[in-house]
């Protein structure tokens, strides 16, 4: 089923896709729910229209001492950042950080946001010219002064763009951790991790607790491309803050929600409550894409040939005073008792996909952990087994990065050998990039 509603912006549509059949004692119904928005004004902007809603950046680099080593990381860090600031829309707020153990306003300073034109872009590469490398990391410090200054703009959109190049060794993990509860839903963040001296789920538990995405330049040489590539995606976002709002009628809950494409992202824990026996689950900004959701819902037990609705998943956005507007695209998740085992016992097809999808991101992050742990038999039979999911699900991104850590004997039983060598940078590029899935054809 698919309905349309109009925001101002981008067009959303939302499909569900479901075995509704259930034997008679069956209470879990599964659905892969896709969100799709299309039509904003980034689409116009291709074209070369300009306009889009208003949004506010914050830039976060690193120049802790580690930046100097080798000298030209810093350098491929300014040139990324003003190439960044080239791929701003005119009429954007910004604003530079330099991170180290404390955080830095780099330019425009005074507490204050530039407003991008051919001006302000200029003075902000003057500044950048001036950024060197000393002292330590404290990336909660960052985060807490990009959010004072997205605050101060009166905007729809705020993102923070975040690279740093080591480890978060200058505050505790629990100071980072209540950094980003703090800024939860206030705005999102892409963070990139440069070379091999980060820690990968320090830089992804960034970019999972504030909606944004992350990755690994291993090469410092390629950060200009990645950084005009995460620009030119936040200038096409359109609209802040969708929820995914899922109603249960009375008996049923949501066991889990999680999205599974583009990456596997679980979003269960992130419920707030709507109203009776209705919560929100963040998705943070959209612009001109579509995700898919896989949603598993416990019913009550009813009786051969009964239906019921099981959940229904609509899009609202945040208003002021505590309000949401629904924006009217909505999927119904229906579950319907029968004694039909062929029914019954047929898996569709989206489903089974991002299960396997989601299992393949699993398998990938226990085969990691394990090898670091030095216990080669366990690293060995899961990342056998996430060799096989990748080959089952057609993921063949994964497949290749799983290729430079193990030998594949078999595929399609998993049967692989660990390498004797594993480059640093082969094996944190898989860690980072394990949630990342490929789409089910539909």
């Given at each position: 089923?698919?309905?349309?509603?109009?925001?101002?912006?981008?067009?959303?549509?939302?499909?569900v896709y479901?075995?509704?059949?259930?034997?008679?004692?069956?209470?879990?119904?599964?659905?892969?729910?896709?969100?799709?928005?299309?039509?904003?004004?980034?689409?116009l902007r291709t074209t070369g229209a300009s306009g889009g809603p208003s949004a506010a950046v914050a830039l976060m680099v690193d120049c802790s001492g580690s930046m100097d080593y080798p000298s030209a990381k810093m350098r491929n860090a300014r040139d990324a950042t003003a190439a960044a600031l080239d791929a701003l829309r005119d009429g954007t707020h910004f604003a530079v950080i330099d991170g180290t153990h404390v955080a830095r306003e780099v330019y425009p300073g005074g507490g204050r946001l530039a407003v991008a034109d051919a001006t302000t872009r200029e003075q902000a590469?003057?500044?950048?010219?001036?950024?060197?490398?000393?002292?330590?990391?404290?990336?909660?410090?960052?985060?807490?002064?990009?959010?004072?200054?997205?605050?101060s703009a009166d905007v729809e959109i705020r993102h923070g763009i975040l690279?740093?190049?080591?480890?978060?060794?200058?505050?505790?993990?629990?100071?980072?951790?209540?950094?980003?509860?703090?800024?939860?839903?206030?705005?999102?963040?892409?963070?990139?991790?440069?070379?091999?001296?980060?820690e990968v789920k320090e830089v992804t538990a960034i970019a999972s607790a504030l909606l944004g995405t992350a990755d690994i330049v291993a090469d410092p040489a390629r950060l200009t491309d990645d950084f005009t590539a995460m620009m030119e995606t936040a200038m096409g976002k359109e609209v802040a803050d969708v929820a995914l709002r899922v109603w249960t009628p009375a008996g049923a809950v949501v066991s889990y929600l999680k999205q599974v494409a583009p990456s596997v992202e679980e979003l269960t824990d992130r419920r707030t409550e709507a109203g009776p026996r209705a919560g929100?689950?963040?998705?943070?900004?959209?612009?001109?894409?579509?995700?898919?959701?896989?949603?598993?819902?416990?019913?009550?037990?009813?009786?051969?040939?009964?239906?019921?609705?099981?959940?229904?998943?609509?899009?609202?956005?945040?208003?002021?005073?505590?309000?949401?507007?629904?924006?009217?695209?909505?999927?119904?998740?229906?579950?319907?008792?029968?004694?039909?085992?062929?029914a019954s016992t047929a898996i569709n097809p989206q489903v089974a996909h991002y299960t396997g999808q989601a299992e393949l991101a699993q398998a990938i992050q226990q085969g990691i952990d394990l090898r670091k742990a030095g216990d080669m038999d366990g690293a060995t039979a899961k990342l056998g087994r996430a060799v096989q999911l990748a080959r089952v699900s057609g993921n063949a991104d994964t497949a290749k990065l799983l290729a430079k850590v193990v030998d594949v004997v078999d595929a399609s039983t998993g049967t692989v050998r660990l390498k004797a060598k594993v480059t640093e940078a082969d094996e944190m590029t898989l860690e980072t990039r394990s949630t990342k899935t490929v789409r089910v054809k539909k």
């Open positions: 089923m698919a309905n349309f509603a109009k925001p101002a912006g981008p067009r959303f549509s939302v499909e479901q075995n509704e059949y259930l034997p008679e004692d069956g209470r879990e119904v599964h659905a892969v729910v896709t969100v799709t928005a299309t039509g904003g004004s980034a689409a590469k003057r500044a950048l010219r001036r950024l060197s490398a000393g002292g330590g990391t404290a990336i909660g410090t960052w985060l807490r002064l990009a959010d004072r200054l997205l605050a690279l740093t190049d080591g480890r978060n060794e200058h505050e505790s993990p629990e100071a980072l951790r209540a950094t980003l509860d703090a800024c939860a839903g206030r705005f999102t963040c892409d963070a990139r991790g440069v070379g091999t001296d980060w929100d689950y963040p998705t943070g900004s959209w612009g001109d894409e579509s995700r898919d959701y896989h949603l598993c819902v416990t019913v009550p037990p009813a009786g051969l040939g009964q239906e019921m609705l099981a959940a229904r998943v609509s899009l609202v956005v945040p208003q002021p005073g505590g309000t949401a507007q629904n924006i009217g695209a909505q999927g119904l998740v229906r579950a319907v008792w029968t004694d039909d085992l062929t």
